[in-house]
C-alpha cells in the first residue's frame, strides 16, 4: 500500500469514528464539514490524486471515491439515527401518569348468579348443577308436564333430538337431585337454560338459579320466610315481597313472587308499570305428583320450590332495560359492574 492509500484510510477511519459518536446533528455537521467540506480532509487527497505519478492515478482515485463515499453513508445513516431519537424523545412525556394493567373481571351474569347461591349458601342451602342437554322425562314428564298437554306450550322449547332438549329451565334439577337423595333436600341449581324467545328481555339462552326444599313439616311459610330472607339480602334490608297465586305444573298452590318496586318503593312507577310491583319469581309447594316419580313417601314429607332468572333479576338490580347490552361483549357497557 501508498502512503498515499494509507493516508485515505487513515482519514477514512477516523471519520468513520467521530460519526458514529457524534450525538447531535450540528456535532455531525461539523464533521461532515471537516471530511467532505469543500477543503475537507478527503476532499483536499482528492485534489491531490491529480498530482501523483501516472501509474498510481487509477488505483488512488478509486479508492479516495470509495472513501468519500463510505463517509458519506455513514453520515447519512446517522443523520437519520438521530432524528428519529429526537422525535422519539419528544413523544416520551414522563410527566404522564402509567398505564394501568386491564385485568379484566366476571361478568356481571356470572356475578350475580354466584351472589344468588351466596345468600342461599348462608341459609343452609347446598348447590348443585344438572345437565344443560336434558331429556325429555327430567324436563317434562317427571315434573308433570304430560305428553302433549297444553301446559308444554309455556315453555318454546329448542330439540335436538326424539326425547332431547336444551333444558327449558333448571326445574330438571329437582327431580334429579329427588332420584339421587332421601330427604331433607335443601338446594339450589345456578345454570344455563334456553328457549325460542328473543326480545328486549327474552334471549334464547338465560340462566337461572332454582330452589328446593324437602323435609319433614315444610309449610308455605318456610317458603315466604325464605324467600323474604333472600329478598332483603340480595335487594336491599328493607324489601317487601308479596306471594300472587299462579300455576306451574309441578307446584301446588303455586304463586309468583313479586318484590316492591325497587325505583318508586311501591308508589307506581313505568318500571313497575304503575303497580308498585316487580315480579322476579315462580314458587310453589312440591305438587305431590312429583314424589311418586322419585320415590318419596307425600304422607311424610312436603317441599316448596321456586326458580327465578338471573338476567332478570340483575337488570332490576342494576336498572338496565335492554337484556341484550348482557350479551353484546361490549367492554365499555360491561365495564360499569
Ligand atoms: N321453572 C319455571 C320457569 O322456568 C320457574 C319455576 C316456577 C320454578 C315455580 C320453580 C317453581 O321451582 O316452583 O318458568
Redesign the pocket.
Known sequence: MSDFTNSIEIIRLEALAAIAEAAEAEGLEKIRVEFLGAKGRLTDLARKVGSLPAELKPSAGQAVNQAKETVAAAHRDRLAAIAAQKKRGELLDITLPGRKPHPGHRHIIYRTMTEICDVFAKLGFSIVEGPEVETDYYNFEALNFPADHPSRD??DTFFVGDKLLLR??T?PV?IRTMESTKPPVWIVAPGKTFRRDDDISHSPMFH?V???VVDYGITMADLKGILTAFATSFFSPDTKIRLRPSF?P??EP?AEVDIACVLCRGQGCRLCKGTGWLEIL???MVDPALYQFVGYDPGQVSGF???MGVERVAMLKYGLSNIHDLYDGDLRFLGQF
Open positions: 309455556m315453555q327449558t329451565h326445574s329437582q337461572q332454582e330452589g328446593l306451574f309441578f307446584t303455586s315462580g314458587s310453589g320450590a321456586f326458580g
